[in-house]
């Protein structure tokens, strides 16, 4: 059965009298801190290292550790550069997810009725998602080489005339280049977890509606929608979180080209940290994309039922 | 009309429909596969044969010539590197996640504040990470050491050993435990001998997701390793450049990355939901 994890047994308030001794209270702090001091690695030292450099004046030349102000934080409001990468990062998010949902709900809705030899074709399907991302982006790459690759053939096949397509050189085909990518990867994603949560629809319900001679599409907005809705916030709540963060493709692609078009955040923040060695800078850059982030992602997860 | 002939309607409508899928699914397949038949040919192909215009669909011979390169190159050594990293890390993950989600799944530990901070850190955008990490390892000399990607991959990894293991504790019914706990089993003991074997299908499918994370990452490995523990994916990159893609090298090494992954999953597929919902859909 689909159950959004309903997380914490509720079993665990029935704990008999032995395990609140004193001896097993030590226990339960002494198995959980190996893992809390790990994860304070990336959890708090991030953090706060960023927000101290982050007030400094640091550069590759630039050793002066003296208190700096707000300047760096003063910087990021007049960076067009920054704003212009949050706004490709939100365009790419806002065009992937949706699409990704949509294919992804409608190859889930093809697979949903019984079919010999279904679980093969899941099993080939779900393959792009688990290929590193990097790879599938240099893999795109070579497929849209216009010589040597085979999508201009394909292209020119069906136009009837060559059609050559620098896909991560030209500014209008950048951006379909790195969604087919990315749509091409993660579109069975989406797809599996909608099928896993299709076919724990309530047949009888459906069989119900049927009699009473409901449409197709009433069984699927008063019936289908609301059984996998849980499921569905979950999925897009992850990809959603991927594809704010989006590097690998793109690097593999554009590497944020051409010029600065395709650059997002991460790209952005890679540069300025490891190109330009904008030591100060980048750490507020960090710093404003972890709080962001954690702040939404919380808030998210506080809202969902994942949680509970 | 006859009955036999509604119902001879019937079935043929219904079986039309059914071919009708299986065309559409067999499309799909070939769709989201062929870039990874095209990866896996050019990695066969000759130069002459990956080099021309118009493309070849498929080489004249399964020739090896392209993995043998990397082989006597000394390449293939990001391939162990990433095993090395992927597969310790995953080992530290799992046990101290696992003891970890014990505590929170048995004692609700720290309360629904400390789990959800615990599986927000799976969602920090590793670019903000890295920076301050890779500060940090400079200082303590560690960039480009196992120890340092070990310790990273596993912090990474930990939010999501924590959360799925918490959800497959939290499956076990509990009287195993307590009727071990009142033969006068320690508490370690309990864990390792009741709850440890309880778990273990869980494990193993936690195991491979967690191991996937690593061996795919390439954020982290491209800013903290250099050469001494250079990952595949980053081996991948260095092949990239203006003029000479060296194509056959990029196919080649990204096969020999692709594959251990497809097996993995391909057998773990039972968990397959589980797993990548972060435990949130139970297939």
């Known amino acids: 059965m689909t159950a959004v994890d309903s997380g914490i047994s509720r079993r665990s308030h029935g704990l008999n009298h032995r395990l609140s001794l004193a001896a097993d209270r030590q226990f339960k702090y002494l198995i959980i801190a190996p893992a809390i001091l790990v994860l304070l690695l990336i959890g708090l030292f ?28 003063a910087r990021l409001f007049h960076d067009l550069r920054l704003w212009q990468a949050l706004a490709h990062t939100a365009i790419i998010t806002a065009v992937a997810l949706p699409l990704e949902l949509l294919l992804g709900l409608l190859m889930a809705q093809l697979f949903v009725d019984r079919m010999p030899g279904r679980q093969i074709f899941v099993a080939l399907l779900v393959l792009p998602t688990v290929i590193s991302p990097i ?15 085979p999508i201009t053939q394909i292209l020119s096949f069906i136009a009837g005339q060559p059609v050559t397509i620098l896909w991560t050189l030209n500014p209008y085909f950048v951006y379909p280049g790195i969604l087919i990518c990315e749509i091409w990867q993660w579109t069975p994603f989406m797809f599996l977890l909608l099928l896993a949560a299709l076919s724990n629809v ?4 459906l069989e119900a509606s049927e009699i009473d001679g409901a449409s197709y599409w009433r069984k699927f907005f008063k019936i289908v929608l609301p059984a996998i809705w849980p499921v569905m916030t979950i999925a897009c709540l992850i990809r959603a979180l991927d594809l704010v963060r989006i590097f690998d493709i793109i690097w593999a692609l554009t590497q944020g080209g051409p010029g600065t078009m395709s650059e997002t955040i991460s790209i952005y923040t890679y540069v300025q940290g490891f190109s330009d060695f904008e030591t100060s800078y980048t750490a507020a850059i960090a710093f404003l994309v972890i709080v962001l982030l954690t702040a939404i992602v919380t808030f998210a997860l506080k809202r969902m039922e994942i949680v509970r | 009309m006859s009955v036999p002939a509604v119902a001879m309607r019937r079935w043929r409508r219904r079986h039309s429909w059914l071919a009708l899928r299986y065309l559409a699914a067999i499309c799909l397949t070939v769709i989201f596969l062929f870039p990874v038949y095209w990866l896996f040919m050019i990695s066969f192909k000759t130069p002459d044969e990956i080099y021309h215009s118009p493309p070849v669909w498929y080489p004249a011979s399964l020739q090896f010539a392209n993995y043998a390169v990397l082989f006597k190159d000394g390449d293939v050594i990001a391939i162990w590197h990433s095993l090395v990293l992927a597969g310790v890390s995953t080992v530290l993950a799992l046990f101290l996640g696992t003891i970890a989600a014990y505590s929170l799944a048995r004692f609700r530990t720290g309360g629904e504040n400390l789990a959800v901070w615990i599986i927000s850190q799976r969602m920090i955008p590793p670019i903000a990470v890295v920076f301050p990490i890779f500060l ?4 303590l000399g560690w960039v480009d050491s196992y120890i340092g990607l070990i310790l990273l991959y596993t912090a990474f990894n930990l939010p999501y050993v924590i959360w799925m293991m918490r959800g497959y504790i939290a499956d076990v019914p509990m009287e195993l435990e307590e009727s071990a706990l009142v033969d006068g089993c320690s508490r370690w003991r309990v864990l390792w001998r009741v709850v440890f074997p309880m778990v273990r299908a869980g494990l193993f499918a936690t195991a491979v997701f967690t191991f996937v994370f690593a061996w795919n990452d390439f954020i982290f490995a491209l800013v903290l390793t250099r050469t001494e523990v250079i990952t595949f994916p980053v081996q991948v990159t260095h092949y990239f450049g203006g003029q000479s893609n060296f194509w056959a090298k990029i196919a080649a090494m990204s096969v020999l990355g692709t594959l251990p992954v497809f097996v993995a999953v391909t057998v773990m597929q039972r968990f397959l939901v589980r797993g990548i919902s972060l435990g949130a859909v139970k297939g």
């Open chain 1, 46 to 73: 991030p953090l706060i290292y960023s927000l101290v450099v982050s007030f400094q004046g640091l550069t590759m030349t630039e050793e002066d550790t003296s208190f700096a102000g707000f300047t760096n934080y």
């Open chain 1, 135 to 149: 790879v599938a982006g240099a893999n795109w790459a070579l497929l849209f080489d216009v010589r040597f690759g």
């Open chain 1, 202 to 205: 309530d047949q009888s319900q």
């Open chain 2, 136 to 139: 940090l390892y400079v200082w």
